[in-house]
């Protein structure tokens, strides 16, 4: 119960990555606020949940649970939400931006073609909606002198991949890093700490319905991913474990890549 007594929001949290971090934070002991644009997001790509909600998957595991929809690229909606959260628990120690993606690619995504609308779509729900929800959570922070936030980037925000496909998500991705790093620099003498993950190729439900887990995307993603295995969400949700945690109390501006050794520097 290293988490006893904490509150910790967690967006994108009613399915996949999200609703493993959710669960693995309730099991530590800390009360967990789900958001989502849909709290009934798990339906889409057929991911069970073990109670009629993400909330109640909380709530069986002995922890306060409260869902939250709304739309993190709207700056007000994110301030509502840290609200009702310390209205309703008193406190936010935790935060953990998950939501975003690489979603509804069109056809063209290259660096230099991509169209504006899709670019800009996913800087909104990557890095726009990572920045509002961060500075909806830092005043509470700083006031409490306490905090640990987690961002999410991507192995994609790392490297180039060598190719000029998924230019948004890549940018937006690497914006997320960066921004951690300044953030961390901001907040650190306030005693908040800001770090972020960088997933590889994760086992997630939207991914599977995607077709990563076929065996011929398997196999030629595993030629490049030393440990021999795609990622499973817990692999994601223990390196969270450790940012949340007093096991991390001296790190802080950190990007942690989660990939099984496919980002090599």
Known sequence: ???????????????????????????????VVINDVD???????????????????????GRRGLGIEADV???AAAEAMLQQTVDTFGQIDILVNNAGGML??????TAATAPADHYHYIMDINLTGTIFCCQAAAPYMQAA?????????????????RNAGGMAYKVAKAGVVHYTRVLAAELGPHNVHVNCIAPGFVLSSRAVAGGRNSPEVRDRLLQDIPLGR????????KVVE????????YVTGQCIPVCGGYVAF
Request: aromatic residues 6%; contains cysteine; charged residues 20%.
């Open 1 to 31: 119960m290293k988490l006893a007594n904490k509150v910790a929001l967690v967006t994108g949290g009613a399915r996949g990555l999200g609703r493993a971090y959710v669960l693995h934070l309730a099991k530590l002991g800390a009360d």
């Open 39 to 61: 709290l009934n997001a798990a339906q889409e790509y057929d991911e069970a949940l073990n109670a009629e909600s993400v909330a109640a998957e909380v709530e069986a595991l």
């Open 73 to 75: 690229t709207d700056k």
């Open 104 to 109: 509804y690619p069109p056809l063209n995504t």
């Open 145 to 161: 002198r306490s905090g640990k936030i987690v961002n999410t980037a991507s192995q994609a925000g790392l490297w180039s991949g």
């Open 230 to 237: 795609l990622g499973m969400p817990e692999d994601c949700a």
């Open 242 to 249: 450790f940012l949340v945690t007093d096991l991390s109390d």
